[in-house]
């Protein structure tokens, strides 16, 4: 891992103009976030539905334009590239989709699936001699066999569809794939293959992952680092383990202590929130979490809250007026042991 | 605990259930000689992976199988207030009587379980008016306040608005609403928390529980998550191509599984002290339906498979008091 981050996201914002009860309004999917991701590392990221995991995901993948702030590619804005270079951009930056059924054409077989995107990208693998062999070692390299490159998606498994799709986004040699919960279609016999494919492939080609799911004791495995969002806007970071294990962030506690896990102890006390995630086309004032927060104060409602620093080994910080004291973390890990 | 729970009455007997599916194919079998049964005030977690057989097991239970599929051998008891009823020889009018008022099923999909032209104060006052006779108005009152017993803000005005104006998660509070009206002896939920957030299924689960303590219901929990089971549930049964391969009290089946694919499920799962190691995997996929072998269904992936695995079906024996295993060498199967 080298000093300078590949993609560093500073402040950025994205805006969905939308007309709701025949008003314009401006739906805030992504309000002012900060993070870097480096080579080689997995970044979890984690929230629940409409929190802009995947608006985030969609505008580092440049399928969105930013409304504000800005993203750094190996030192260089994508938003101002144009022709090749945006091409170039793209081959570097990959995606592995949620859904291995929806994401893969029924009508092409395997071979033309990992193949397609050097018709896009054609600088690479120029014959068709060579484009055959590759697709063979990708397969290969994906776990299936390089024989079936001529089969059809719906003659896989769900676990080799997904396979599939990895070994699709491998096809360009990219420096960082975004995952979208690449597991959670996935029984759970057949994602630790998955998730094991994932390490492999990191570990043999160095390449970067956003991981983003929803299944915290996944992201708990797999990431390096995790950035938990809430209505558009990162409430905490840094790594898994400092994070997980001393969660400053009410929303991060209440994350992890509603989230099942077979770490837990058996019959424990929750934290359970009450109400749901509010409108993001109409999100609370100050901090967006306190109008379902325990902990919420008259402050919380006025500005936003100061970045808080884990205070025992200073790897996570969250966004915060209140962080959660010892006990209140002993209370949302509940780890057995 | 133990004790107390074998003491309470069963309240579903599910005694060698199994279900057929004509295919163009030729028949197949979904569900295997199912045998479980579930007491009052306990939570039995159906546990499995897509296409075990369990959802169709409840399906079964409750009468609602596609036309294409029958049960074909083997009981279901229903022992509520008004007795015990056998579903299978039940008459249409019986089978009627109980619904709702003794078994009762929370589906997945609460926008497609929940009929889109009417109210919901219409639909949960549907069970006061059929089986209680109640008039419109005092239907709407207890409407009103099953509403608030599950946890949804302003019931007097939010009774008059349609299911699509709900959020995912009040949705599923209105149809357990629906489910526990009647207080039922056995409440099946079909992975009740599934298409919800976290935080929210923690509020449904802890809603289901408070309801079945107060009510004194059975719960049949049908879910594919193993951590859900471990935190929710009193008692497991694990089904594994349409049979149940192991079935007991969950401290005992998770701390020390007596079937290989119980234990290779345990292990698949990604646990805080292996923090980035090897997850162990299962090897493969489940069989085909059409496609189930003779001998043990699980011998294809099976670590300790032997010849005798391959030529006889196991059947469930008790290995400790009230744990049940499908497996030939139960002793053999460690973590």
């Known amino acids: ?337 | 605990m133990n004790s107390a729970l074998t003491e309470k009455a069963v309240a579903l007997d599910v005694d060698g259930m199994s279900v057929d599916i004509r295919t163009p194919r030729g028949v197949v079998r979904a569900v295997d000689k199912v045998t479980f049964q579930a007491r009052r005030g306990e939570t039995l977690a159906l546990l499995g992976e897509s296409g075990c057989g369990k959802s169709m097991t409840a399906t079964a239970v409750v009468g609602l199988l596609e036309p294409v599929a029958d049960v074909t051998e083997g009981a279901v008891r229903i022992t509520g207030d008004g007795g015990t009823t056998d579903l299978r020889s039940a008459s249409a009018r019986r089978r009627r009587d109980i619904a709702g008022k003794e078994l009762a099923i929370v589906f997945q999909d609460a926008l497609t379980a929940l009929n889109r032209v009417y109210t919901v104060g219409t639909q949960l006052a549907e069970p006061f008016r059929i089986h209680r006779g109640m008039s419109k108005k005092a239907a709407r009152k207890e409407a009103i306040e099953l509403m608030r017993r599950v946890g949804i803000p302003e019931p007097e005005t939010r009774v008059d608005s349609y299911p699509h104006q709900f959020s995912g998660g009040m949705r599923q509070r209105l149809l357990i609403a629906i489910g526990v009206a009647l207080s039922p002896a056995v409440l099946l939920a079909d992975e009740p928390t599934t298409a919800l957030d976290v935080t929210v299924q923690a509020q449904i689960m802890s809603l289901l529980k408070d309801l079945r303590e107060e009510r004194d219901m059975a719960v049949v929990l049908i879910t594919h998550d193993l951590a859900l089971v471990f935190e929710q549930a009193d008692r497991v049964v694990v089904m594994y191509a349409g049979n149940v391969v192991e079935q007991g009290l969950v401290e005992e089946v998770f701390g020390a599984p007596k079937h290989p694919y119980t234990a290779g499920l345990l292990e698949s799962v990604p646990v805080h002290a292996e923090r980035g190691a090897e997850l162990r995997s299962i090897g493969g996929s489940p069989p085909e339906l059409a496609a189930i072998p003779a001998g043990c269904v699980y011998q294809d992936r099976c670590p300790i498979a032997r010849d005798r695995c391959r030529e006889e079906r196991p059947a469930a024996r008790e290995v400790a008091p009230g744990h049940l295993s499908a497996c030939h060498f139960p002793d053999e199967v460690n973590r």
Not at chain 1, 3 to 28: M, N, Q, S, Y
Not at chain 1, 56 to 85: I, N, Q, Y
């Open chain 1, 1 to 337: 891992m080298s000093d300078a981050p590949l993609l560093e996201v500073r402040d950025l914002t994205k805006i969905f103009p939308v007309r709701h009860a025949g008003k314009r309004k401006e739906l805030r999917a992504l309000d002012g976030v900060t993070l870097d991701l480096h080579r080689g590392e997995t970044l979890g990221l984690v929230g629940e539905s409409g929190c802009g995991k995947s608006t985030l995901a969609r505008t580092l993948l440049m399928l969105e334009t930013p409304d504000g702030g800005s993203v750094r590619f190996d030192g260089v804005d994508p938003t101002t590239t144009r022709g090749a270079e945006l091409l170039a951009f793209r081959r570097r930056v990959q995606m592995v989709f949620q859904d291995p059924f929806a994401s893969l054409n029924a009508r092409m077989s395997a071979g033309d699936i990992v193949s397609e995107p050097w018709r896009t990208h054609t600088g690479l693998h120029k014959t068709s001699r060579e484009r055959a062999a590759r697709v063979r070692e990708l397969l290969d390299l994906v776990g299936l066999r390089p024989g079936d490159a001529g089969k059809y998606p719906q003659e896989f498994s769900g676990g080799q569809r997904q396979r599939l799709g990895i070994a699709r986004a491998l096809a360009l040699n990219p420096d960082v794939i975004v995952c979208d919960e690449p597991v959670s279609a996935l029984d759970l016999s057949v994602q630790a293959q998955v998730l094991n494919l994932l390490n492999d492939l990191q570990q043999e080609l160095g390449v970067a992952y956003l991981f983003i799911s929803h299944d915290l004791s996944v992201v708990r495995h797999v990431a390096d680092r995790v950035v938990v969002m809430y209505l558009g806007r990162i409430v905490e970071q840094g790594e898994t383990e400092s994070t997980f294990e001393r969660p400053q962030h009410p929303y991060t506690g209440a994350l992890l202590s509603a989230a099942p896990s077979l770490d837990h102890e058996r019959r424990r006390e929750q934290i359970i929130l009450s109400g749901e995630i509010p409108s993001p086309l109409n999100p609370p004032s100050g901090c967006r979490f306190r109008t379902r927060c325990w902990k919420a104060t008259d402050e919380c409602a006025t500005a936003l809250p100061p970045l808080a620093i884990d205070p025992v080994d200073g790897a996570h910080t969250a966004e915060c007026f209140h962080p959660l004291g010892a006990e209140e973390q002993e209370l949302a890990a509940a780890q057995v042991g």
